[in-house]
């Protein structure tokens, strides 16, 4: 098991910024592959942001890119998420997810790349 914990998430107007993070528990936080999903209401969990476990190699959803940043800490076990010009359908609650991996670059965009996952973190932004 590796428990995560998400922080950050809140109430933010259009065109504003959050810095979503992740702490791991457990020594071997640099083993795993780490990556944020979000799921809207009635709506499916989506990818969000990935990143491979020494940072090497990162990957985003379209719907993302160019105004998020996924990054992390091995040394205290975080991972983070900076979201900038952030719009109303950005809102949802984004989850956190960690999985081993055996490679420095690897990167998994699917909730099947992932064995566990935090709770959630609501982000709402309003109009």
């Known amino acids: 098991q590796v428990p995560l914990v998400e922080s950050g998430g809140g109430l933010v107007q259009a065109g504003g910024s959050l810095r979503l993070s992740c702490a791991a528990s457990?020594?071997?936080?640099?083993?795993?592959?780490m990556g944020w999903f979000r799921q809207a209401p009635g709506k499916e969990r989506e990818f969000v942001a990935g990143?491979?476990?020494?940072?090497?190699?990162?990957r985003y959803a379209d719907s993302v890119k160019g105004r998020s940043t996924i990054s992390r800490d091995n040394a205290q076990n975080t991972v983070y998420l900076q979201m900038n010009s952030l719009k109303p359908e950005d809102t949802a609650i984004y989850y956190c997810?960690?999985?081993?991996?055996?490679?420095?670059?690897?990167?998994?965009?699917?909730?099947?790349?992932?064995?566990?996952w935090g709770q959630g973190t609501q982000v709402t932004v309003s109009s």
């Open positions: 457990g020594r071997t936080f640099s083993n795993y592959r």
């Open positions: 997810a960690a999985a081993p991996s055996l490679y420095s670059s690897d990167v998994a965009t699917t909730t099947g790349g992932y064995h566990y």
């Open positions: 990143i491979s476990r020494s940072s090497e190699l990162t």
